[in-house]
């Protein structure tokens, strides 16, 4: 006997990845290598337990306004959220009837279908091209399908490629529905690139933009995220569809901190970008190709002589050092890397080259 809906009772669910008590270098769940700012920290002590008796303020408005701040935009241009996972269900609610497919890319972020899912909801995955990047007519199929809604990851996960933002705006201007760009790793895109997508919200009334606190900012284990909008797409999401005190005090508070002294995040940042490069280096004088990447892990096929991906991963784990590889077509032959400190990377070359040394 059971009591699950339907399609509950057929949906397999999204497996995070593990979490491991220790680990020589844990490369596995792309969050930053290094600990929150001394800002935020510092916010942390001097959170009372007093101020936990009273309810949040429910819809975050000085985390908002900070937000807003950072990007030039009013505060009724963002929502803040119970990590960006929860402005992607929130989108579904809000945009999406339920029965109606949830436009996505394959591959693409493995939480998305299973979003759908217990939304009710077909996905229709366009495939991407080889080089991970959007077939020009993904809008047109996406409208074809009847998608209300569409989810773009960019960088794009699980390979790091970077869609250009003219390419995001005749996206957005072709296609029907409300467009989300999951923007969870573009802290980590090269300034030099100039990418900056907060001009669409004002050109586009269906764009909405996902930012996280957990990878760029350190806070993976406080659960804060943002959407960014027009108000019209905000306002129903912040007034009906949201939990009433969908982010925490304490969140709020860090959150704020957080955006307000972003220099020590942003120096974080320029520390991943060096290692990645170097990263791409060394792994490639290995005889493993690896996708460009903007954000802070690297997709790399694995080289024949290494054995599978898969053998790899198990290999590297039994030396502590954790990775990730995906059960899915066009993945299974590369694992994603995520990148970690200069000590946590380089234990894993080395730990790479014992393994391709004692032969497989
Ligand atoms: C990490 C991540 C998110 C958001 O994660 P939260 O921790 O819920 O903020 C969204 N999309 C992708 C592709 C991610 O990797």
Redesign the pocket.
């Known amino acids: 006997m059971t009591f699950e809906r339907e399609n509950v009772r057929r949906l397999a669910g999204y497996v995070p990845g593990e979490q491991p008590t220790r680990a020589v270098a844990k490369l596995n769940t792309?969050e930053n290598p290094f600990p929150p700012s001394d800002a935020v920290r510092a916010a942390l002590k001097e959170v009372d337990g007093e101020m936990l008796r009273h309810y949040p303020d429910p819809t975050a408005w000085a985390f908002r306004t900070e937000a807003a701040r950072l990007h030039g935009l009013t505060p009724d241009h963002i929502i803040a959220t119970n990590?960006?996972?929860?402005l992607?269900r929130l989108a579904l609610t809000t945009f999406l009837p339920p029965g109606a497919p949830l436009g996505l890319a394959d591959p693409s972020?493995s939480?998305c279908p299973v979003l759908a899912a217990i939304h009710g909801s077909p996905k229709y995955a366009v495939p991407l091209h080889a080089d991970w990047s959007a077939p020009a007519d993904i809008p047109r199929r996406w409208n074809k399908a009847r998608a209300k809604l569409a989810i773009l990851?960019n960088p794009h996960?699980p390979s790091g490629r970077l869609t250009s933002v003219d390419e995001l705006a005749a996206i957005a201007r072709a296609f029907k529905g409300v467009l989300v760009i999951?923007e969870?790793?573009v802290d980590f895109v090269d300034p030099e690139i100039s990418h900056n997508t907060i001009g669409l919200v004002s050109e586009f009334d269906n764009v909405l933009l996902?930012r996280?606190?957990?990878?760029g900012y350190s806070l993976?284990g406080l659960?804060?995220?943002y959407g960014i909008g027009s108000p019209g797409l905000i306002a129903p999401m912040l007034s009906k569809t949201k939990d009433s005190y969908n982010v925490d005090a304490v969140a709020q508070k860090l959150g704020e901190a957080a955006l307000r002294h972003r220099a020590e995040a942003v120096r974080t940042w320029e520390y991943v970008r060096a290692e990645r490069s170097r990263m791409v280096r060394e792994l490639s004088a290995r005889g493993f190709a690896c996708a460009p990447s903007q954000a802070n892990f690297l997709l790399a096929t694995v080289p024949g002589s290494s054995g599978t991906a898969e053998g790899l991963l198990r290999r590297l784990a039994g030396e502590g050092i954790f990775v990730r590889w995906f059960n899915q077509d066009r993945l299974r032959d590369s694992l994603r890397i995520s990148i970690g400190t200069q000590d946590e990377n380089s234990a894993l070359l080395t730990a790479v080259d014992g393994l391709m040394q004692g032969g497989v």
């Open positions: 792309n990590g960006g996972d929860e992607l972020y939480l990851v996960a999951d969870a790793y996902l996280t606190m957990s990878k993976a659960r804060l995220g």
